[in-house]
């Protein structure tokens, strides 16, 4: 069973920055795409960033220019720094991974909330 522990949300005023993390831990097969999507009350779940286990990235574009995805795979930790933060980004985080052989797992989330 993979575990994601999420960690960085918070409170942050506009302008500001915040980086959060995912630590995944007990998987026995190699971590493919990893990902962070972000939901706000009454809302679906969207895609927020992704990056696979060669690097290659993508953005939704609210987020392009401010937000960016990393990954460690010796760690098997996906980051994602987000500066120049908006009220609009407020939402709980999510992290996303799929292993190898196909099953996905979800973190629990972390709030992150931007005050104006």
């Known amino acids: 069973q993979v575990r994601l522990v999420e960690s960085g949300g918070g409170l942050v005023q506009a302008g500001g920055s915040l980086r959060l993390s995912c630590a995944a831990s007990g998987s026995r097969f190699r971590l493919n795409t990893m990902s962070w999507y972000r939901q706000t009350p009454g809302n679906q779940r969207e895609l927020v960033a992704a990056i696979t286990s060669g690097g290659s990235t993508n953005y939704a574009d609210s987020v392009k220019g401010r937000f960016t995805i990393s990954r460690d795979n010796g760690e098997n930790t996906v980051y994602l720094q987000m500066n120049s933060l908006e009220p609009e980004d407020t939402a709980v985080y999510y992290c996303?991974?799929?292993?190898?052989?196909?099953?996905?797992?979800w973190g629990q989330g972390t709030q992150v909330t931007v005050s104006s």
């Open positions: 996303w991974v799929r292993i190898s052989v196909g099953y996905v797992y």
